[in-house]
């Protein structure tokens, strides 16, 4: 959908804000390919990863300071990958220095925060996206498009399964409320509430359940830390505003599932006609089953296996990683083409809703219907 005409000079300019790990996993190699970008600038408060990163991305403006990447007229986009406590205050700076943000998951640390990013976003009509990376796996895409052009027939299953066998050591700011909000809930099963919304529709009600195993009080190197306040176990039962049931669960506890680091990431929707499996592990390939058939691997057509006009080869690389840098070919396509991000901060709110909901409904042992009105 073509929102507003844009004549954006390119490359489009482009900082990162948190030089973390997903920065350096598929955003830099996003920004890398794309012809129509440039990163600019590298942002983080910790200045010996910032004086790494001039090694690793190349030569950029670099600062600790967040406030100067919002104020600088020559950074036209920016990615936001720093912990979630600071997606609000980061992201509502850079609306207000007039730039594009493609923010990580979760949103915000609630719906609040996200609906507010939204608002903020949508009022100065600048892109906005937010970087559910699972949506873009050719298996998911093609899995959508037998879905809506009828070829499952009536969904009336969601299920997923995301299983990590993670160490049982600190995970860092991700495992306490203040800075992360809730653990694999707002990490892995946000990702699958947002897909499975994209797929079924709007979740309408839901029942949900956390659970944490693992303590936690311990660094990798085996020095003493506060203990984990956060879940490890997420789980939730929905139904869907068209009609439909999902369930839903993740846990980084699954031993026995390291499968290189990628686990197990499992989604199917069972349709009145048939059967369609997405699985992380080979996501250039979908399972498919008929009534009274077994369930077999079918290949994703060459269209669907990386976004029109995007230069990326789907044959080269590791399939279950370079999917990723077609977030950055959307995210700069809306800012050149003055369309949509698919998905949005309307997105990202929405699936924060939901996830909101998990700890209330879990807190109070009931059903919670969602209500995420946007404002
Ligand atoms: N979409 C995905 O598939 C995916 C994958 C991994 C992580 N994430 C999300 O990305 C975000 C970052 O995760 P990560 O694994 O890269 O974490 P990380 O800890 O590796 O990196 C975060 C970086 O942000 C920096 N930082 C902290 N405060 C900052 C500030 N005020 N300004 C600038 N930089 C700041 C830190 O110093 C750190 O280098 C999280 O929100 C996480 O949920 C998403």
Request: hydrophobic letters at 40%; proline letters at 7%; glycine letters at 8%.
């Amino acid at each position: 959908m073509h929102a507003k005409p844009v004549h954006m000079p390119q490359p489009v300019r482009i900082a990162i804000i948190g030089a973390g790990a997903v920065a350096d996993y598929h955003h830099v190699p996003g920004i890398k390919l794309d012809p129509r970008a440039k990163l600019v600038a590298a942002c983080d408060p910790n200045e010996a990863l910032l004086a790494k990163r001039q090694q690793d991305w190349g030569p950029t403006k670099s600062t600790t300071k967040y406030e100067e990447i919002a104020a600088d007229p020559d950074i036209d986009a920016v990615i936001i990958c720093t912990p979630n406590h600071t997606h609000l205050p980061i992201t509502l700076a850079c609306l207000e220095g007039g730039k594009h943000v493609m923010c990580e998951k979760p949103l915000g640390l609630n719906f609040a925060e996200s609906a507010l990013m939204y608002r903020t976003a949508r009022d100065r009509n600048l892109r906005h996206m937010t970087a559910f990376t699972y949506r873009f796996a050719p298996s998911m895409i093609y899995l959508r498009h037998l879905l809506t052009s009828g070829g499952l027939g009536v969904p009336r299953h969601f299920r997923s399964q995301r299983f990590l066998d993670w160490p049982e050591t600190s995970w860092s700011w991700r495992q306490y409320k203040k800075t992360a909000g809730a653990g694999d809930l707002f990490d892995m099963t946000i990702h699958r509430i947002d897909y499975a919304q994209d797929l079924m529709g709007q979740m309408t009600a839901i029942c949900g359940a956390v659970a944490q195993f693992a303590p936690r009080d311990k660094n990798p190197d085996g020095s003493a830390c506060p203990p984990s306040e956060v879940d490890d176990w997420s789980a939730l039962i929905c139904q869907f505003a068209r009609g439909g049931v999902g369930v839903l669960e993740g846990t980084t506890l699954a031993k026995g599932y390291h499968f290189d680091g990628f686990g197990h990431d499992w989604a199917e929707v069972n349709g009145s006609e048939a059967t369609a499996v997405y699985q992380l592990k080979e996501p250039n390939t979908i399972l498919v089953g008929r009534h009274g058939e077994s369930l077999k691997k079918v290949e994703v057509p060459r269209e669907f296996l990386a976004p029109a006009g995007s230069p990326r080869d789907p044959s080269q690389g590791v399939p279950s990683t370079v999917f990723r840098y077609d977030l950055m070919w959307e995210f700069v396509s809306a800012i050149v083409e003055g369309s949509d991000c698919v998905p949005g901060f309307d997105h990202g709110a929405s699936a924060q809703a939901v996830a909101d909901a998990v700890l209330e409904s879990f807190d109070k042992r009931t059903w919670i219907n969602i209500n995420g009105d946007l404002g």
